[in-house]
């Protein structure tokens, strides 16, 4: 039974002096599904991706992936485990290019970096998964940009590409399509749902309709602390869930 | 017994003069984010200027008045011409053109005043000792430069605490852009600072001229030490730098007396006291080291 | 294109021009311009070799002279005992000086990269402005030590013999030891250049513009930048260990905070974050101070400002400059 949580996160605090980010956070991610975490600004729930990710340690609970306790582990080891996650506000290497982030995105993968004498460009070990991945994001075009010049619905699909790129088991997006026009966030919502099944996802995101369009699992936050979770449809006909969040959402 | 009483007084006497330049310092950082390289070359500039003026007018007061404005005035006119514009910059460009003016001040020096090193006596009135402690006379200049320390210490603590350009200081070190919402005038706040620790290092330059040779490049091994003081006191902290000046005063000029000493106690004689004296001039910087890496922020952190 | 075709015309003019240089100077009867240039050379690996961590990994140190003077140090302190007959050590197996390069050049590279692993795993840990100042500290700290070690002339350093002997060659030949340099300065910047277009490049690059994307993308960034100020210190170690045959004559001023505020102010000077500009930086402010030395004995007073001029107004260096506009030196 356990063994079916991919992520399995007991009893979470986290404190910022007087501010309780997350209170007794219980959260159980299945392998495969997609599991959206939503919740008005502020709820605390970019402080739960940052615990999981290992930026911030909890001040109590513990965190569980693939059956391993993280809850100590560094920030890479955890990457390197398979839990890959982005950014609320993108997080590039601004003046590299756009490959250039993408090669350096896939070297963990390819194992260790100390190589010192061959030119990286001119890697094909590099350069293959690159180049599909650049096709993947539908950013081939702008291949040789660099990645401070890029509007911002190109700047966030590179996000989610760098991620990808390392073939992770687990992703934790941190409102992917935000700020992004409808269309180039369709067309994100269409790669998620595309990957399901084979990438297991813990979706931060404010947009109802994609959330519950494509969403195995809905968790709500409200100040720190997780009010319900369960199928889309109990979630959006939970009494307590409209009245705290849906309810003046919309 | 008594040698150890000298000592502490030696190293309270270093300990405030290194207080003075680290005042101006570490507020300017605190505030401003700017790393001063030449913070050091208005020390020289007020050793200078209180030689100079204390020998053609006889009058030591006159020395004083001359030193401290200068320094001041010169602290002023370079913020205003190049620091001002250093303040968005990043640390390294800081280094870079603070370090570009402590070239350009030392040459300046030398034009003006000569590559010959000038002393300074001790004014009349402190060149006895005082015998505060029975049968250990300590040299009255040393004295009066612990007293004026002390004194201009708790002048800056009214000031900061109590006084309404002292409520702005406070407000601008937490939240530059606050206080600038609330509507302090940071650009004249930014000068007034720079222009009051330029005028602390002018006076710590006085102080030292009795003391040390003034010459060109003077500046150079104290701004060092300054930076260790509030590193380790916290950078942007009064008390902080305050605490850790004494600190760093009594463990250098200790180290240098008793080091030697007590390594004889395990050591041959002549390796003990390469030893001894080799530790205790590293002494500070380990010290600073081993406060970085057991608190990051410094002993005494700023509220960030 | 334009860009890669003037790169590589300074590349051509600037190697030709060094390769030349002695004769040159012999034909223009300054032969003391050899050995000021060999200086340039040193300093220009050791600017260099600052570059690749302040460049190219945003590690911002004001203590690279360390390395430095630790490397020279280690041929002097091996020199004087080969010349005193005393061993270095005694005990079970004694430690004897040299005087072979092939030994204490080596030697001076290894200590002081070894020096450069320790202070930067103690370093690491900090950032910004705390770097800076802990790297200061580190670096006052081995000054001091050299300055009062007694038994290598303390502050007033150690006088060499003579050259070191290397493989035959005869240091001593002004000649000579200028081609030793040049060639030591063009093997550290082929190694240079390689790395820093390798992975290991990459991640150093990635570490500097964002440690944190880094450490979410599974870099273990902290063994990276360490094992970068590693090799920057083995850098500075080479150029100490030549600076000390080219003077024949160490001491604690090679250490000094004011020499590495001088290896910044190269690094700064000729653009930072490439392979050249340093080494333009280096022969710029040592050409600079000897040129400005024949007209005024002051010239401080010119570079100082020179040198806030250069801040504020730009930061591509001479190189940059020389690329022409509106290419980031790279
Ligand atoms: N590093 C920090 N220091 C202090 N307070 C913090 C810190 N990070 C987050 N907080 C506070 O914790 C609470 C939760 O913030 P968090 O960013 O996790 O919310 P969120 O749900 O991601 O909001 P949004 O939808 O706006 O992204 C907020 O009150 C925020 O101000
Ligand atoms: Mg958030």
């Not at chain 3, 003391?32 to 240039?37: E, G, I, R, Y």
């Not at chain 3, 004011?258 to 040592?286: D, H, K, Q």
Request: aromatic letters at 8%.
């Amino acid at each position: 039974m356990v063994a079916d949580w991919l992520l399995d996160t007991c009893a979470l605090n986290k404190s910022f002096g007087a501010v309780v980010a997350s209170e007794a956070l219980s959260l159980q991610v299945r392998r495969g599904e997609i599991h959206a975490l939503i919740g008005p600004n502020g709820a605390g729930k970019t402080t739960v991706i940052n615990q999981l990710a290992g930026e911030l340690l909890p001040d109590s609970g513990s965190i569980h992936f693939d059956g391993r306790d993280i809850t100590s582990l560094s920030v890479h080891r955890r990457a390197r485990l398979g839990l890959a996650r982005t950014f609320q506000i993108s997080t590039l290497f601004d003046g590299l290019t756009v490959s250039e982030n993408l090669a350096l995105a896939v070297q963990p993968r390819l194992g260790h970096s100390y190589r010192f004498w061959r030119r990286a460009d001119r890697d094909a070990a590099l350069g293959a998964p690159v180049a599909e991945l650049l096709d993947r994001l539908d950013l081939g075009a702008l291949a040789g940009t660099r990645a401070g010049a890029l509007a911002h619905g190109d700047r966030r699909r590179l996000e989610l590409a760098m991620a990808l790129a390392g073939r992770p088991t687990m992703l934790l997006l941190d409102e992917p399509m935000a700020g992004t026009g409808p269309e180039s966030s369709r067309d994100v919502a269409r790669l998620l749902d595309s990957l399901k099944g084979h990438i297991t996802m813990l979706l931060v995101e404010h947009d109802m309709d994609v959330v519950f369009s494509i969403a195995d699992t809905v968790s709500v936050m409200v100040s720190g602390r997780c009010i319900a979770s369960g199928p889309p449809e109990a979630v959006r006909t939970d009494p307590q869930v409209r009245r705290a969040y849906l309810g003046e959402d919309d | 017994m008594l040698l150890l009483v000298e000592q502490v007084l030696n190293g309270l006497q270093l300990g405030v003069m290194l207080f003075l330049m680290a005042a101006g310092l570490t507020l300017v950082f605190g505030i401003m984010r700017l790393i001063n390289l030449a913070h050091g070359s208005m020390y020289m500039l007020g050793a200078f200027v209180a030689a100079t003026v204390t020998a053609a007018s006889g009058s030591f007061m006159l020395g004083l008045l001359a030193a401290v404005a200068a320094a001041a005035l010169v602290g002023l006119l370079v913020e205003l011409v190049v620091l001002r514009r250093l303040y968005p910059r990043d640390h390294l460009d800081q280094v870079l053109a603070t370090f570009g003016l402590i070239l350009f001040f030392n040459a300046l020096v030398q034009i003006v005043w000569g590559r010959q090193p000038l002393f300074m006596d001790v004014p009349e009135a402190l060149s006895g000792s005082v015998e505060m402690i029975p049968g250990v006379p300590y040299p009255a200049f040393r004295l009066a430069i612990i007293a004026t320390g002390l004194t201009v210490a708790g002048l800056l603590y009214l000031l900061i605490g109590r006084t309404r350009l002292g409520m702005q200081i406070r407000a601008a070190a937490s939240n530059r852009d606050m206080a600038e919402a609330v509507g302090i005038d940071t650009r004249m706040l930014y000068s007034l600072v720079f222009a009051l620790g330029a005028g602390l290092a002018g006076l710590a330059g006085l102080m030292a001229a009795p003391i040390l040779a003034v010459e060109s490049g003077m500046g150079e091994s104290i701004l060092i030490e300054t930076f260790v003081v509030i590193v380790i006191g916290g950078l942007g902290s009064i008390r902080g730098a305050f605490l850790a000046a004494l600190l760093v005063g009594l463990v250098d000029t200790l180290g240098r007396a008793f080091l030697p000493t007590l390594l004889r106690l395990f050591l041959p004689a002549a390796t003990a006291d390469g030893a001894g004296a080799s530790l205790a001039s590293m002494g500070i910087y380990i010290l600073m080291a081993a406060v970085l890496l057991w608190r990051p922020r410094g002993l005494f952190p700023a509220p960030a | 294109m334009k860009l890669s075709a003037r790169k590589r015309l300074l590349w051509y003019v600037g190697g030709a021009l060094l390769a030349l240089l002695p004769p040159l100077a012999g034909l223009a009867d300054e032969p003391f311009m050899v050995s000021l240039a060999s200086r340039i050379l040193i300093y220009a690996i050791a600017a260099v070799s600052l570059d690749l961590i302040l460049g190219f990994g945003a590690m911002v140190s004001l203590g690279h002279a360390a390395f430095f003077g630790a490397g020279a140090y280690v041929v002097g302190i091996l020199a004087f005992h080969a010349f005193e007959g005393v061993p270095l050590a005694s005990g079970p197996i004694p430690v004897s000086g040299t005087n072979n390069a092939l030994v204490s050049w080596p030697l001076a590279v290894i200590v002081s990269a070894l020096l450069a692993t320790v202070i930067g795993a103690l370093s690491l840990r900090t950032s910004g402005i705390h770097f800076i100042m802990i790297t200061l500290a580190f670096a006052q700290m081995l000054f001091y030590f050299f300055d009062s070690l007694e038994a290598y002339g303390g502050d007033d350093g150690l006088s060499l013999w003579s050259r070191n002997d290397l493989a035959g060659l005869d240091l001593g030949d002004d000649t000579t030891f200028y081609y030793v340099c040049l060639g030591s300065l063009a093997m550290f910047m082929l190694i240079c250049q390689r790395l820093v277009n390798s992975r290991f490049g990459m991640v150093i690059r990635g570490c500097a513009q964002n440690e944190r994307r880094m450490r979410a993308l599974g870099f273990p960034t902290y063994r990276y930048k360490l094992l970068c100020f590693a090799i920057a210190g083995a850098g500075a170690g080479l150029a100490g260990a030549l600076i000390a045959n080219q003077t024949e004559y160490v001491s604690p001023g090679l250490l000094h905070w004011t020499r590495s505020g001088e290896l910044l102010v190269m690094v700064i000077l000729g653009g930072m974050g490439t392979l050249i500009g340093p080494v333009l930086g280096a022969a710029v402010l040592l050409l600079g101070e000897d040129l400005l030395a024949i007209f005024t004995e002051h010239w401080q007073l010119y570079l100082g400002p020179l040198l806030i001029l250069v801040v504020l107004t730009t930061r591509r260096g001479v190189y940059g400059l020389l690329l022409g506009r509106g290419n980031d030196g790279g």
